[in-house]
């Protein structure tokens, strides 16, 4: 496993890097501490599995880098670690297809937690961001209190999607067709104004839908 650590703070990525090695002892942790280096980074290793991008990074401003580096890596399954989580940071991060938000105050083993689910294909959003005033598109109007709902085989699509199961898992185990199974997403993602799987699963969340 390859994993791309973005921090500029020399302890934090330390202990970042003894986490991950926890996690799997014989991955290759590389280390970059501003964005010149982080896109060095991708450029040598496009095979990465994962990378943990901090946001305040000298030189960056706001989100700009997470957006640049879904130009440069748009299959990279990236995992942002902040100091700052307002509700309108994380979900910005997560319409820009981050698979997940990490405040650095998390203690350490629901950090691990919340990296292997999204090695495993998850989306990471912490719970107590959800109790929040949405602020964003992807958040069903408030002035409607009426849960979305769903069919049973949509919610037994969604919560494969949230375990991080695949499209060909998703199949196997519904005994249903690819086409069939992307419909379904379609049908979810369509029902929450969301357009990937980590927006789907917020909205999700907010709507009552137990997924994790």
């Not at 957006?67 to 990236?78: D, H, Q, S, T």
């Not at 919340?114 to 959003?125: D, E, M, R």
């Amino acid at each position: 496993m390859k994993i791309l650590l973005v921090d500029d703070h020399a302890l934090i990525a330390a202990a970042l890097r003894i986490l991950l090695l926890d996690i799997d002892p014989n991955a290759q942790v590389l280390t970059a501490g501003d964005a010149v280096d982080a896109k060095k980074l991708l450029d040598a290793h496009p095979d990465a599995d994962l990378m943990l991008l901090d946001l305040a990074l000298p030189g960056v401003s706001g989100t700009s880098l997470l957006e640049a580096i879904r130009g440069w890596a748009p299959n990279l399954k990236v995992l942002v670690l902040s100091g700052l989580h307002d509700q309108r940071s994380v979900e910005r991060v997560l319409q820009l297809g981050a698979s997940g938000f990490v405040p650095k105050s998390m203690a350490s083993d629901t950090l691990v937690s919340a990296i292997k689910l999204v090695l495993s294909g998850g989306a990471y959003i912490p719970r107590d961001l959800l109790s929040e005033s949405p602020q964003v598109e992807v958040v069903p109007s408030q002035s409607d209190p009426v849960r979305i709902e769903l069919t049973q085989r949509q919610e037994q699509v969604l919560y494969l999607l949230a375990q991080g199961a695949q499209l060909k898992v998703i199949c196997r185990q519904l005994g249903l067709s690819e086409g069939t199974v992307k419909a379904h997403v379609r049908s979810i993602y369509r029902a929450f104004g969301a357009s990937n799987r980590t927006e789907a699963l917020f909205v999700a969340r907010r709507q009552g839908y137990e997924v994790g």
